[in-house]
Structures are given as structure tokens and as C-alpha cells.
């Protein structure tokens, strides 16, 4: 039944599944780190602004994906689990033909937008410059990014969480390494700035794409890629994309949220929105970390559902749920005791205003950890069941109701009818937002629905 470790304890499966994603996860901040890191200690503020709003489109672009790995991770996962592995088979390979069209429509879309995309966002003068040339260079390899994602994606569904950590470790080795070398120009490379750090970005994660089609093409997992398996099946399609697309939708309903929440950022001016950059890569440890427990919750609660065991199905969520607040709290701890100290890793003794602005901040979210914890975990087990309208009715409330509204109330000045607490207000609201939504996903949870829903 279960493919990664039958017969094991569902602490022991939970744990089994996390720890390979928590490394990957791990490598994979690791390149948005490598990136600040050597953008805020090498190059200027207007770079590292640069760098917070490239980051944001592209994960807002990367959220298109969804639209194909949520229903590939659910459907691979509850066939796994009912033992029918050749038609576990043929979704995988329907999702890799999926993946590809899509990223070749992202690369499309963001290469011809990108100028547009970047002044819309309230970025001016040489940081607008090298944001869009920092886009261009990594969209150039969305098709290899989105095979690389879906690849993963599949694996993952059929309890192989090991393969995506590997890939990682190549991905996060080449990506450094070059960046670090075209950033300070050493030996035979060229000192290209801001544009030498996105050129390394591309290399990493194009070789990543690569790498799993490649691992697909042997076999893996029971799982398997063949040229002939790629040519859609319109029936296959539509079971993908009918999980898919309200998962797609939370997803980029949470980007274009992002979005709008930066762009309010973005009028404080560079120095909030490059404290705001260092904040946000600060809180995603806590962020990348809980991601490991989702991905196991997701796939414990498909296999499950999929052998028609629901009591087991909300067991296993219910203990990737608890051990994803407890790790969270603790680092919660850490992000509020060793704000000071961490902000200095990303900037040196630099740009002491960025510090100034960003500390008290992270201090805020640090207390929310336990509920973007019950976020992440409890909505990628309903995800793993197939119930994907839920998360995304509550990621829209969360934004428009409370995130939005409150974020231009607490930043406008007194004089525009707001409170005026700049870049503080902002992370208030943000903190309102987590609690709310925090609580409205441990609800639908726990009312049960996920366990009826067909795929």
C-alpha cells in the first residue's frame, strides 16, 4: 500500500518522507540565500531591491506549475496507494507533457511582460534596470525548471522524496558556485554584477530540469518516462487539471497577493523594500522547513484515501501537523532571539538602515510560526485528498479581507488617513492574516469533508 516505508509507525512514515524534502527545501533556500548574500554584500541597495522584486515574479510565474504538479502529486499518490501502478505511469508522463507547454507559455509570457511587469510594480530608476535583466536571465530555463518541478512533483506522489534532495544538491553546487564567480569575477570569469548572479541561477536549475528528465527516462519508483507517453490523453489531462486548477488558483491568488502586498511596500521606498527582502528570506527557513511536513501530509493523505483508509489518511495528517508546530515554534524562537545576528549575515556592517527596518519585523512574524505551520501542513493533506477549493476560498479571505486592507491602512500616513507605521504596519498585517487563515484551514480539517472527495 503504502510505497515508502511499509509497515512503519506513521510518526516513522511522516519522518521518512519529511527529512529527504527538509534537505531539499534546505538546498533550495540556499539558492534565494546565496543570491542576497552575495547581492547584499557585494553590490548596492538598488540591487538587492532588484533581487526582492525578481524573486517575487518568479515565484508568482513558478505558481503557473501548480497548475499541473498538485493533480499529478494526488493522482500519482491514490493510484500508488490502490495498487495501480500502470496508470500511475501514464499520469506521470501526461504531467511532464503538461509541465512542458506551460513552461514554455511562462517563459513566453514573462520574456515580453517583463519590462511592464517590473515598472508596474512601483520599482524605479537602476534598480527597475537590473530587476528586469535579472528576470530575462533565469526565465530562459522555465521549461527546464517547470520538468524539473513536475518531475519532482510525481516522484513525490509515489513516496520517492529522495530524488528531488539529490537533484537539489547539484542544482544548489552549480548555482553558488557560478554566481559567486561571475558576482566577484575570479580566474577567467567575467565580473557581471547583479546579471552574473541570475546567470548562475539559470545554469543550477536548468542542469536540475535536466537531471530529472533524465532520472524519469531510467525508471524510478515505479515510475517511468517514455517519448510515446507524452502525447496527450485528453481523459488523463482532465483528471490532472480538474485537481490542479483550484490548487493553481490558491496558488497564484497567494503570488498576485505577494505581489500587491510588495507593491505597497515598494512606495515606502528602496530601503524598506530591500529590509523587507532580507525579512522574507529570514522567514523562510520556517517556511521551507514546514514545507517538508506538507509534502508528507500530502502524500500519506493520498496513498491512504487511494488504499481506503481514511482513519489512517487524517492519523498521519494530524501527526505531520503537530510535529510541523512544534518544529515551527522552536524556530520562531530563533528568528525573534537572533533577528540582529541574521540580518548581519545577509548585509555585513553594510547598509545599516536596511537592518534598522527589517529586525523588529521579523521579531512580529516570529510569533505567527505555528500558524503558518497549520497553513502549509493541514492544507497540503487536504491538497494530498484532492480537496483543493477549500485551501483557495481562504488563502482569497485571508488576503482581501484582512492582509490588503490592513497593510494600506497601517502604512499610509496620517495625512492619507492610515496609522503610518511604514514596513511595521505591513508585517502586522501579515501577522493578522496568518492567525486568521491559520485557523479557518484547522477547521475545514478537521470537519472531515476531505475525506468524501472523488479524483
Not at 546565496?34 to 505558481?63: K, M
Request: with cysteine.
Amino acid at each position: 500500500m503504502l510505497a515508502a516505508v511499509p509497515g512503519a509507525s506513521i510518526a516513522r512514515q511522516v519522518i521518512w518522507l519529511a527529512l529527504p524534502v527538509l534537505v531539499e527545501q534546505a538546498l533550495l533556500y540556499l539558492v534565494g540565500f546565496s543570491d542576497t548574500v552575495l547581492t547584499g554584500r557585494y553590490l548596492r541597495v538598488e540591487h538587492l531591491a532588484a533581487v526582492t522584486v525578481s524573486s517575487y515574479l518568479l515565484w508568482f510565474l513558478g505558481s503557473l506549475l501548480i497548475v499541473v504538479s498538485a493533480g499529478a502529486t494526488a493522482l500519482v499518490a491514490r493510484l500508488i496507494g490502490g495498487g495501480q501502478r500502470e496508470a500511475a505511469v501514464r499520469i506521470g508522463q501526461q504531467a511532464i507533457g503538461l509541465a512542458w507547454i506551460v513552461g514554455l507559455a511562462i517563459m513566453a509570457l514573462g520574456l515580453g511582460a517583463a519590462p511592464a511587469i517590473i515598472r508596474a510594480m512601483n520599482l524605479i530608476g537602476p534598480a527597475q534596470d537590473e530587476a528586469i535583466a535579472y528576470l530575462r536571465i533565469v526565465l530562459a530555463v522555465t521549461p527546464l525548471l517547470a520538468s524539473e518541478a513536475v518531475g519532482v512533483a510525481c516522484l513525490r506522489g509515489a513516496g520517492d522524496t529522495r530524488t528531488g534532495m539529490w537533484v537539489m544538491i547539484v542544482v544548489n553546487t552549480i548555482n553558488i558556485a557560478l554566481s559567486w564567480a561571475f558576482v566577484t569575477g575570479i580566474g577567467p570569469f567575467p565580473a557581471l554584477g547583479l546579471r552574473g548572479v541570475a546567470l548562475g541561477t539559470a545554469i543550477g536549475e536548468g542542469t536540475g530540469g535536466l537531471l530529472v528528465l533524465w532520472v524519469l527516462a531510467r525508471g524510478r519508483s515505479g515510475l517511468i518516462l517514455r517519448r510515446r507517453g507524452l502525447r496527450p490523453v485528453w481523459a488523463d489531462v482532465r483528471r490532472i487539471l480538474r485537481i490542479s486548477l483550484p490548487a493553481a488558483g490558491e496558488s497564484l491568488t497567494n503570488a498576485a497577493c505577494q505581489l500587491w502586498f510588495l507593491r505597497l511596500i515598494n512606495r515606502l521606498g528602496e530601503t524598506a523594500t530591500a529590509a523587507h527582502g532580507v525579512a522574507i528570506r529570514c522567514e523562510s527557513i520556517a517556511f521551507l522547513t514546514v514545507m517538508a511536513f506538507s509534502v508528507a501530509a500530502s502524500t500519506l493523505t493520498g496513498q491512504y484515501l487511494g488504499a481506503g483508509r481514511p482513519d489512517l489518511a487524517g492519523k498521519a495528517a494530524r501527526t505531520a501537523w503537530g510535529i510541523g508546530v512544534a518544529v515551527l515554534s522552536l524556530l520562531g524562537v530563533l528568528l525573534y532571539t537572533e533577528a540582529r545576528p541574521m540580518f548581519a549575515l545577509f548585509l555585513g556592517r553594510n547598509q545599516p538602515g536596511v537592518e534598522a527596518l527589517g529586525v523588529p519585523v521579523l521579531r512580529v512574524v516570529a510569533f505567527a510560526l505555528p500558524a503558518l505551520a497549520t497553513i502549509a501542513v493541514l492544507s497540503g493533506s487536504l491538497r494530498g485528498a484532492g480537496d483543493t477549493r477549500w485551501p483557495w476560498a481562504i488563502v482569497v479571505f485571508g488576503y482581501l479581507a484582512i492582509r490588503l486592507p490592513g497593510t494600506y491602512y497601517l502604512t499610509l500616513s496620517p495625512s492619507e488617513g492610515g496609522l503610518g507605521w511604514g514596513l511595521f504596519g505591513a508585517w502586522i498585517a501579515m501577522f493578522a492574516d496568518l492567525c486568521v487563515r491559520g485557523a479557518l484551514v484547522a477547521a475545514r480539517f478537521l470537519q472531515g469533508g476531505w475525506r468524501r472527495v472523488r479524483v
